[in-house]
Structure formats: structure tokens, C-alpha cells
């Protein structure tokens, strides 16, 4: 666990020397925590999203800190990288409350771009750009790959006079 929580201050303090942190895994170890004798304090997450939508797309995943709960950087200067969609419930204010000492510590948050996930299982997009690109167009027509027989698309299209 990369974190400790501090229920009476509602505090999500991350540990010493953690310079990336992931929502997803913050929420799993908070009910853990709960789990362990600590469900008397104030709920600190809601969620939303995560279920399929389709065999291969899920909505994503949104995590929102609840009744005042925030995180805190570990006491040193560094740069912090929280991943995925976690923010404070009802929008207003920061997720990340500032060190007890003066330490400065740049905080990016990487969130998603979209509202679905999609797993597609055809390989990553310069596999597929490979497998375009590189494929032998005499294996459906002609010679040559399918990037030469663009290229000769787009040359012979510029012989062609402009109508009028």
C-alpha cells in the first residue's frame, strides 16, 4: 500500500518517495482499510462507471473524494502523477491538499479522455499500421505494398487537369 489513511483528519497521505500514483489503486487500498476496523469514519470515495457497455468497451472508471477527504504528498520537493479520473465530489476544490513543510511539489493529473474504455485485441496501433501499410497488394490485386500503391495514387492524381 503507497499510502496511509488518516481517518480523523480525512487524509489520503501518500508514502514517502511515491512520485506516481494510480486512483484506482488508492480506492482498492481504502477498502481495504475500511475493511480492517476502520468503517466508523466518514466515507471518503463514491464511484461511478466500470461496467461494460460490451464485450470489449467498458465506461470508465471516476473516482470522487467524499466528505472533505483529500490527498497528501509526502513531505520532500518532487513531482507527483496521479492516473485516472479522480476528483473531489460535487467538483469544487482540489483533490491534493498542500505539505505540512515547505516543500514545493508539482501534481499532474492524468485523466481520461474519454467516457469508454475500448479493448479491441487487434494489437497496438503500429502493429496495425505495420500490418496496413507493409501488406503485399498483390495479395489482393497488384504489386507492391499498399504505402507504394497510395504513392502512386497521389502522383499519377496530380497528372490529371483540373475541370472546370
Same mark, same amino acid.
Given at each position: 500500500m503507497d499510502v496511509v489513511?488518516?481517518?480523523?483528519?480525512?487524509?489520503?497521505?501518500?508514502?514517502?518517495?511515491?512520485?506516481?500514483?494510480?486512483?484506482?489503486d488508492i480506492y482498492s487500498w481504502w477498502k481495504q482499510w475500511v475493511l480492517a476496523q476502520n468503517a466508523n469514519f466518514l466515507? !471518503?470515495? $463514491?464511484?461511478?462507471?466500470?461496467e461494460p457497455v460490451s464485450p470489449t468497451t467498458d465506461i470508465s472508471a471516476y473516482f470522487f473524494l467524499d466528505n472533505d477527504w483529500r490527498l497528501r504528498p509526502w513531505e520532500g520537493d518532487h513531482q507527483l502523477v496521479?492516473?485516472?479520473n479522480i476528483f473531489v465530489a460535487g467538483g469544487v476544490g482540489s483533490i491534493v491538499v498542500p505539505t505540512l513543510g515547505d516543500y514545493n511539489v508539482l501534481v499532474t493529473s492524468?485523466?481520461?479522455?474519454?467516457?469508454? !474504455?475500448? $479493448?479491441t485485441g487487434v494489437g497496438t496501433?503500429?502493429?496495425?499500421?505495420?500490418a496496413v501499410w507493409d501488406t503485399q497488394v498483390s495479395e489482393h490485386q497488384d504489386s507492391g505494398t499498399t504505402g507504394e500503391a497510395l504513392d502512386k495514387i497521389d502522383k499519377n492524381t496530380t497528372l490529371i487537369p483540373g475541370t472546370l
Open positions: 489513511f488518516d481517518g480523523t483528519a480525512r487524509l489520503i497521505i501518500i508514502n514517502t518517495g511515491i512520485t506516481e500514483i494510480a486512483a484506482a466515507r !471518503a470515495f $463514491s464511484t461511478t462507471g466500470g496521479i492516473q485516472g492524468e485523466v481520461s479522455p474519454q467516457s469508454q !474504455a475500448v $479493448s496501433v503500429d502493429e496495425v499500421k505495420d
